[in-house]
């Protein structure tokens, strides 16, 4: 297996301490291009959000019902929960 240089390890460090922060904006990000979308690119997008919500912690009964009402405003009250600390990941 490859050795990763100091730096690439840093990089690497620094990408995982803030992944709460990459993740959020990700979700965010996902609100957008929900509303927007159609057909299997929307399913697919679904699939991204529920997967960035468990990272989170979001309770598992709140990633279901989001995903289940495909609504991109219910997903966009859990960004603006995650935002506000309503939800601590």
Known sequence: ???????????????????????????????TSLYLAEGKKRIKLWQSAEEVM????????????????DDPAILAEVVKDLQSGAIKP
């Open 1 to 31: 297996m490859r050795e990763y240089s100091n730096y690439q390890k840093k990089v690497i460090q620094r990408y995982y301490d803030n992944r709460e922060q990459i993740d959020e904006q990700r979700l965010s990000e996902l609100v």
């Open 54 to 69: 468990t990272r989170l912690k979001v309770p598992e009964s709140r990633v279901k019902h989001v995903v289940s009402t």
